[in-house]
């Protein structure tokens, strides 16, 4: 047991042991107040705060009219996210840098964000509503997002940026490309988690986007999105953006679509056709995707993608795309009810679909839809078609049953390599 000397001496070295609460309202904030500028006595007890301290938001309405900044050690905490508001009520489109954000902070450390709503109250919205660049050690918990133009929460070569129970509605602009992103990690993030938030559409364009900064040749990695629900996102619900991140994990998501919607998203991408591939090590497992355009898509020749353990239903294309990768490995999913097709392989040279350590591919109740539009309608749709162009595949230990209710065929392989003990074939 520490000693009481020991304990004394241990305060010394630290300021945690000295950690207070500065209220905003004794800076001079004023809850409800439309006409008042509260930014000024929310960074005064900022600035005021010492390592470890906490400045506190209570319940209330507060409007600012400057940004917020953030300094290192220094936490900021609501009373949550339906109690305590922060409100801006400048906009983006004000023409000057200093009206683009609503918190932000640049080589930070060490610092939450926790319990407040985040809003504007222009419809066009801020860019951003927290920008966290170039810093190390920040969490965003139990808040919720609204009327953002570009991005709700965003982290720029920033080491373990941490989003968790939080909320993400109503982007301000879906539209246009770098838009309407929930939480984005680019240009060299790494060790970051976005874990059991929810992410409501339609206007969300993407829910969680992973991606790098090719003109300095510096991907983002090691990023975990764990545990999210998504609905009705304009584009894929979490997408890697194509600007080689690698080593990321996409696990135990539920992403589910409109199925009455003609501009459905992709459940979950991997690499752009603008943007360019992933890179390798990326893995997406045991998801759970309805009513999406696409389940997981791999594009732009994206490498060593492993998808596996998800649960792909009704789709309105394909469960599994692989339009454009390399060395992808697919096992153990359940696709169901797609009206494509429920695997498709366009160009994937060495990709395997076989069983796992306990299940296998189960692929059923595909191809129902018409093949009009589709660039290859003269074979109808159906469970697995892997074109000629591939090379390499292994594809063994599968059941592809029941999926020709279009005319198409249960697997149709065109390419070279191994196929064994696939049932239904």
Known sequence: MKSALGALFGCALSSACFATNLNIIDYGATPDDHSDD???????????????????????????????ILKSRVNLKGAGYAKSTITAVYSSKDNDD???TLIKGRYLFSVSISGLRL???????????????????????????HRFEEHAVYFYNTVNGRVANSRFQDATNTIDGGHGYGVVYTSGCNAGRVDNSYFYGPDIRHGVVIQGDKKINRP??????????????????????????YDNLVINNTIVGDPNDKALGRGIGVGEDVHGPSGSGNIVKNNIIRNTLYGIHVLAGSPDVKISGNKIYNCNRMGIFIEKGQNVDVRANT????????????NGDNTTIASGSKTTNEVHGNGWGSSDGWREKDYGNGGVRVESQNSGMNVRNNN??????????????????????????
């Open 38 to 68: 509260d930014s000024i006595a929310i960074n005064a007890a900022i600035n005021a705060a010492r390592d470890g301290d906490t400045v506190i938001i209570p319940e209330g309405a507060f409007h600012t009219r400057e940004e917020i």
């Open 98 to 100: 200093e009206h683009k």
């Open 119 to 145: 809003k504007t109250i222009h419809p066009e919205g801020v860019n951003k509503l927290i920008s966290i660049i170039d810093s190390e050690n920040v969490s965003v918990n139990e808040s919720s997002f």
């Open 220 to 245: 983002s990695h090691g990023i975990t999105v764990n545990s999210n629900y998504f609905k009705d996102t304009k584009q894929d619900a979490i997408d890697l953006h194509g600007s080689g991140e």
């Open 335 to 346: 696709i169901e009810g797609c009206r494509w097709w429920g695997i498709y392989v366009e």
């Open 400 to 425: 592809f049953c029941d999926n020709e209710s279009n005319g198409g065929p249960n697997f149709l392989f065109e390419g070279q390599g191994t196929v064994l003990n696939n049932q239904c074939q």
